[in-house]
């Protein structure tokens, strides 16, 4: 009674955004529970998933939300953003219209979120080299010239999946304490 410290939960809402089969919902069940679907109906459904995460000794627990394919009608509502303080604004590295739609949603989650939701520009799919249609240098080069983190995933193979996630985790901690 008294002795204990008690640890202070942080709990950090993190939206997934991007075109329909950019693999949001694949990198969060990549991230949260080491999963991957080929087929993507299999990942429908989720709303969002917990994920507790050690960030400077400190147990921080991340909200992830998924779309669960509302982005096919263009019917992500305002209540998907409300309160985030965090995204990762996804499109596929081998194909170039997911990436040209990037604009599309950053404008969305700048309507319906705060200005300073830490954001991280994500190229998913790097194992489809041979398919490859947006160059590292572009995604990097519009990471910059919006202020956004960036980082090149596989879902498929795990690579950088949990440092993208991590990443944003990491920088809303910083700001926030
Ligand atoms: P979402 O609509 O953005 O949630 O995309 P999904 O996660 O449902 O993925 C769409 C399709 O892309 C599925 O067939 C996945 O298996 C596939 N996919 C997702 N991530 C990757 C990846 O990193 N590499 C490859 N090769 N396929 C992926
Ligand atoms: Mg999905």
């Given at each position: 009674?008294?002795?204990?410290?008690?640890?202070?939960?942080?709990?950090?809402?993190?939206?997934?955004i991007?075109?329909?089969?950019?693999?949001?919902?694949?990198?969060?069940?990549?991230?949260?529970?080491?999963?991957?679907?080929?087929?993507?109906?299999?990942?429908?459904?989720?709303?969002?998933?917990?994920?507790?995460m050690?960030?400077?000794?400190?147990?921080?627990?991340?909200?992830?939300?998924?779309?669960?394919?509302?982005?096919?009608?263009?019917?992500v509502?305002?209540?998907?953003?409300?309160?985030?303080?965090?995204?990762?604004?996804?499109?596929?590295?081998?194909?170039?219209?997911?990436?040209?739609?990037?604009g599309?949603?950053?404008?969305?989650?700048?309507?319906?979120?705060?200005?300073?939701?830490?954001?991280?520009?994500?190229?998913?799919?790097?194992?489809?080299?041979?398919?490859?249609?947006?160059?590292?240098?572009?995604?990097?080069?519009?990471a910059?010239a919006?202020?956004?983190?960036?980082?090149?995933?596989?879902?498929?193979?795990?690579?950088?999946?949990?440092?993208?996630?991590?990443?944003?985790?990491?920088e809303?901690?910083?700001?926030?304490?």
């Amino acid at each position: 009674n008294g002795e204990e410290v008690q640890s202070q939960d942080y709990i950090f809402k993190i939206v997934l955004i991007g075109d329909s089969a950019v693999g949001k919902s694949n990198l969060l069940a990549r991230f949260a529970r080491d999963e991957f679907y080929s087929n993507s109906k299999s990942t429908i459904g989720v709303e969002f998933q917990t994920q507790k995460m050690d960030i400077d000794g400190k147990e921080v627990k991340a909200q992830i939300w998924d779309t669960a394919g509302q982005e096919r009608f263009r019917a992500v509502t305002s209540a998907y953003y409300r309160g985030a303080v965090g995204a990762l604004v996804v499109y596929d590295i081998s194909s170039r219209p997911t990436f040209d739609s990037i604009g599309r949603w950053l404008n969305e989650l700048h309507t319906h979120s705060d200005m300073n939701v830490v954001t991280i520009l994500v190229g998913n799919k790097t194992d489809l080299k041979d398919a490859r249609e947006v160059s590292t240098a572009e995604g990097q080069a519009l990471a910059e010239a919006q202020g956004l983190f960036f980082m090149e995933t596989s879902a498929l193979d795990s690579s950088n999946v949990a440092a993208a996630f991590e990443t944003v985790v990491k920088e809303i901690y910083d700001i926030l304490s």
